[in-house]
């Protein structure tokens, strides 16, 4: 399993946020969740000025195995969209946590972050889930 970055944060569904220096937020599925979807095929994206809810589904990332729904980790504006994923869905596959970033949002309420878990817990909650 590859190493958590330190600076992000997690949903329990497996997708990470990650806030900038700008007060902007990327976010993408965590390299866990890409493991377990296998080889992507397809990403739908959200689109650039979409309004997206905190816990509601925004993005779709298909595999050959499954179709899952990328529920947006914080409220707020899609600010950029990686459009590079139309083309090479599988960079999630290789860099989950870089390249393989899915959308960017304006976040309307930072306060929101705080309520995802830290990458300590998120680990916890793998290991669990593995038992």
């Not at 958590?4 to 497996?14: A, C, E, N, R, V």
């Not at 000025?49 to 993005?59: P, S, T």
């Not at 083309?87 to 999630?92: G, Q």
Request: charge should be negative; hydrophobic fraction near 40%; aromatic fraction near 6%.
């Amino acid at each position: 399993m590859s190493e958590i970055p330190g600076d992000l944060k997690f949903l329990k569904s497996h997708e990470w946020a990650r806030l900038e220096g700008d007060g902007k937020v990327t976010v993408g599925i965590s390299d866990h969740a890409q493991g377990l979807l296998g080889d992507l095929v397809y990403v739908e994206l959200p689109n650039v000025g979409d309004r997206v809810e905190a816990g509601n589904g925004c993005a779709v990332v298909e595999s050959v195995k499954a179709a899952s729904d990328v529920y947006a980790p914080v409220t707020g504006t899609v600010t950029a969209v990686n459009a590079a994923l139309s083309d090479k869905p599988e960079t999630i596959n290789e860099d989950a946590y870089g390249d393989g970033w899915i959308f960017t949002v304006e976040i309307e309420d930072a306060e929101q972050l705080n309520e995802l878990l830290g990458p300590d817990d998120y680990a916890e909650l793998l290991e669990n889930d593995n038992h």
